[in-house]
């Protein structure tokens, strides 16, 4: 998917940052609180000893939410701005949550991550689908994680949510995902079976999967996926 590289997207992030933090405020937009946030937390199932590596964090929201149940974080996003907005929001959980700027693409940076203990959990908010490259994030998570460890990640249904009339093939595309962004985003379409089958590559078994939907419609809007390290 070389026609929109990482730099395309990050300068589209970086663009953005600002507006999204604003937009999505505290809580969160009623997308991710009604349609993402239920499932991927009944998937993850927090516990106050766990220690999770949020992926593409955004403005920290989920991170923060984790932190509530008495979860340990170690959140990360390729955007500066992005993670500067995040630990200013999310400043009285600074002695819950580890903020980072990472790129999700760089094997080297992301294995940077690893702490004094692997983590128990991960959990990716609609970002799979803004990540260039997923090879490297799927085979470093599975790295990073404690042995039974589970790996949660929503992203946009790839069967029913795409600007184009292609499926099968990989590609990208310019998209919003907010009305009145400043800028439009690079998109990365990946198939159902290349995802699924991206975790099995890596060492992963799929034991939990949802299809949901923003309001009452039978074409489901995201994937909630649940892989375990086997």
Not at 127 to 138: E, H, N, V
Request: charged content about 25%; aromatic content about 12%; proline content about 3%.
């Amino acid at each position: 998917m070389s026609e929109y590289p990482v730099n395309e997207s990050l300068k589209a992030w970086e663009a953005n940052a600002k507006f999204w933090d604003d937009c999505m405020g505290d809580e969160s937009n009623q997308f991710h609180r009604e349609v993402v946030r239920p499932k991927v937390s009944e998937l993850l199932n927090i516990k106050a000893d766990d220690f999770i590596l949020d992926i593409a964090c955004g403005n920290g929201n989920y991170s923060a939410f984790i932190a509530e149940q008495g979860a340990d974080v170690v959140a990360f996003d390729y955007s500066e701005k992005m993670v500067a907005l995040a630990q200013k929001r999310q400043a009285k959980y600074s002695k819950k949550i580890e903020f980072c700027v990472i790129d999700a693409t760089d094997e080297q940076a992301l294995l940077s991550l690893r702490r004094a203990k692997p983590y128990t959990k991960a959990v990716s908010n609609m970002a799979i689908m803004d990540i260039a490259d997923i090879t490297k994030l799927f085979r470093c998570v599975n790295e990073l994680l404690s042995q039974g460890g589970i790996f949660v990640f929503a992203t946009q249904h790839p069967c029913f949510v795409t600007l184009t009339e292609k499926y099968l093939t990989a590609h990208s595309y310019y998209g919003i995902a907010i009305e009145g962004q400043p800028k439009e985003q690079c998109y990365y379409h990946r198939s159902l079976q290349e995802i699924f089958n991206l975790c099995f590559q890596n060492g992963f078994v799929i034991d939990g999967f949802y299809e949901e939907s923003y309001g009452i419609k039978e074409k489901p809007d995201v994937i909630i996926v649940r892989a375990r390290k086997v």
